[in-house]
């Protein structure tokens, strides 16, 4: 079926539709080393990046593809890289030194489950640094999440993450990719292009020697001020979140990536029981949209945490609350004998009866 602009709808699996969005959003080199559900996107990429004039790279380690991702994002390439978590977990130095020396670069978590909350909005490297992350609930979102995500990678100079899971790998959708445009950005005047070579005005990645000694700005106290300074810009700016049925609410319902499908569903079957529900959904995990789940949830007699994970998105849900003291978390570890999906807990009737058990203390 026709699509507009003469872009044409496709039934595509997840990974093949995240694909052709960071082709469409200018990506030019991707590297990564195979793990599941991650294979499929590196696999994908394999397939379709030489053809758009981009190169593609099957790491020999999740190390080694960090710091050739970070070397391509060093020259004002669009890059990116990824794996699940365990492999992100290799990454976390790599991903640090893109943060503290100012390098846009898009990573990829299809995640094993919900047990990389944590890792997405903490990291695990050093220095005072924050990745912008954020948690698609389909494929659509994930397709326009990526193309976004490359856009404030450059927008920032920083790493962001996109947190995709098995779920959004390997769903099959009819879905339109086509290039989203953005607001002009700033020019990649930073880029070691080679075209300073020889001059004496070479350029250099560490913004620590930024300037001359002595002078505003040089040396690393005023880089780190300065980018302190930045992320607590960007926690300002670009904390994003989807609310629904909260305008009466008594209850919150609050859920992150693709569990949201099965909370508005199960909240829609509770609010036609006639129970004053709503759900709420942090699409950026950072920055947390704090303040807009305050405003959510204030009045409510509970706030109930559905994550499938042991507790971690309920620290951040706790902290921001209107009132700490009726949040709950009704989730808990669930995944299936695979290790790569979730598990009994992602099932409607489950979630309806944890939440009919809070609420019926």
């Excluded at 990974?15 to 590196?42: D, H, K, N, Q, W």
């Excluded at 698609?136 to 326009?144: M, T």
């Excluded at 319902?253 to 609010?271: H, I, K, M, Q, Y």
């Amino acid at each position: 079926m026709g699509g507009g602009g003469g872009v044409t709808r496709r039934l595509m699996q997840g990974s093949a539709a995240v694909a052709e969005a960071a082709i469409a959003a200018g990506c030019r080199f991707f590297t990564g080393y195979p793990m599941l559900p991650f294979t499929e996107l590196l696999e994908c990429m394999a397939a379709r990046l030489p053809a758009a004039g981009g190169v593609c790279v099957n790491a020999a380690s999740e190390i080694e593809a960090i710091n050739m991702a970070l070397g391509a994002a060093a020259t004002g390439a669009r890059s990116a890289t990824g794996s699940c978590g365990q492999g992100l977990a290799l990454m976390q130095e790599g991903v640090a030194e893109l943060a503290l020396n100012e390098l846009p670069l898009v990573l990829f978590n299809m995640a094993r489950g919900q047990q990389d909350y944590f890792q997405a909005t903490r990291g695990g490297g050093w220095g005072d640094y924050r990745t912008i992350a954020l948690a698609p609930k389909d494929v659509p979102e994930a397709v326009a999440h990526t193309q976004l995500l490359f856009d404030l990678a450059d927008r920032w100079r920083t790493p962001v993450l996109l947190y995709g899971d098995y779920v959004i790998a390997h769903t099959s959708v009819g879905i339109e990719v086509e290039p989203v445009v953005f607001p002009p950005l700033p020019p990649k005047d930073w880029a070691l292009d080679g075209t300073m070579s020889g001059t004496g005005r070479a350029r250099q990645i560490w913004t620590w020697n930024r300037g001359k000694p002595n002078t505003p700005g040089a040396g690393p106290d005023a880089a780190w001020k300065r980018i302190a300074d930045k992320y607590a810009e960007i926690e300002r700016a670009e904390a994003r979140h989807e609310a629904r049925d909260t305008e009466d609410a008594e209850v919150l319902l609050v859920s992150f990536g693709t569990t949201a499908v099965f909370v508005d569903r199960v909240v829609e079957e509770l609010r036609a029981d006639g129970l004053r529900i709503g759900s709420f959904r942090p699409v950026s995990l950072w920055p947390f949209p704090g303040s807009a789940l305050a405003e959510a949830s204030a009045g409510c007699r509970a706030v109930l945490v559905y994550e499938l994970n042991a507790g971690q998105m309920v620290d951040d849900v706790t902290m921001h609350a209107a009132d700490r003291s009726v949040v709950r978390s009704i989730g808990g570890v669930s995944q299936d004998a695979s290790g790569m999906r979730q598990g009994d807990l992602l099932d409607l009737g489950a979630l309806r009866a944890r939440v009919r058990e809070v609420i019926g203390r």
